[in-house]
């Protein structure tokens, strides 16, 4: 009788027991589980990284600083990009990758833009870590070509060092002198006499239309437009546009 009792007893510590080890590892998976909830990221960018600080701190978020970068719109030490992006569900300990605006600029050796075309300047600009910012068409018989390159509004000169991610303003040719030239006249001249004249009279030669059929290596200018009148005058740079018959 005795060990019917004893065995009862023991059997009654061991369900305690069980019971109280079930009850706690209900209560650290219910801890756990309110650990791993999901919260939304919030928006970093343009923020001071102290501020940043204690937002990932107070909801519970780790950081890493992978890259600096330098732009003169936003201040100085906030959040310029950040990873994952905002809005994005993250859990509690989630790593945050974020790249800093640098407290100093990056200097940059100024290229050499004049007499190149604008196309070729924007690669260069881009490759250097500059941005193109206003094209100021000016009157020039080199369409296209740059002319002159500015800083804030000043001339700067190659191999000046300036920050990176600096704006450049370019001064472009638009093909049209500002002086005036007389309209030389071309007829009966070949092609190549014509580009020759047209060339030392600062114009360009247009299109070149053969009207009807022809032997374009005997072929001569037999109008041109604009058509040539004594005392008028055009502007440098235009082209004139030729026909030629035989």
Not at 99 to 119: C, D, E, F, K
Not at 200 to 211: A, D, F, T
């Amino acid at each position: 009788m005795r060990l019917i009792k004893t065995l009862a007893l023991n059997t009654l510590i061991i369900l305690i027991i069980l019971y109280l080890i079930s009850w706690l590892g209900s209560l650290m998976l219910g801890s756990y589980t309110r650990h791993g909830e999901s919260l939304t990221l919030p928006n970093l960018k343009g923020l001071g990284f102290e501020e940043v600080q204690q937002i990932l701190e107070q909801k519970k978020l780790r950081y890493i600083i992978t890259d600096t970068a330098f732009i003169d719109s936003m201040p100085k030490g906030s959040v310029v990009e950040q990873n994952p992006l905002p809005n994005t569900k993250v859990k509690e300990g989630r790593f945050i990758y974020i790249t800093l605006n640098s407290n100093s600029s990056v200097g940059v050796l100024m290229p050499n833009l004049i007499n190149n075309s604008l196309r070729f300047a924007e690669t260069v600009l881009n490759s250097s870590g500059l941005k193109l910012g206003s094209v100021i068409y000016k009157p020039d018989i080199a369409a296209g070509a740059v002319l002159d390159q500015l800083y804030k509004n000043q001339s700067i000169q190659p191999n000046i060092k300036i920050p990176k991610g600096a704006s450049i303003d370019l001064i472009v040719g638009d093909g049209m002198g500002s002086t005036d030239v007389d309209i030389p006249d071309l007829t009966n001249l070949t092609l190549n006499e014509a580009r020759g004249v047209l060339e030392s009279n600062l114009l360009q030669v247009g299109s070149i239309v053969y009207e009807g059929k022809i032997d374009s290596l005997n072929a001569v200018i037999k109008r041109q437009s604009p058509s040539y009148q004594e005392g008028v005058k055009i502007k440098s740079g235009q082209v004139v546009d030729l026909f030629l018959a035989n």
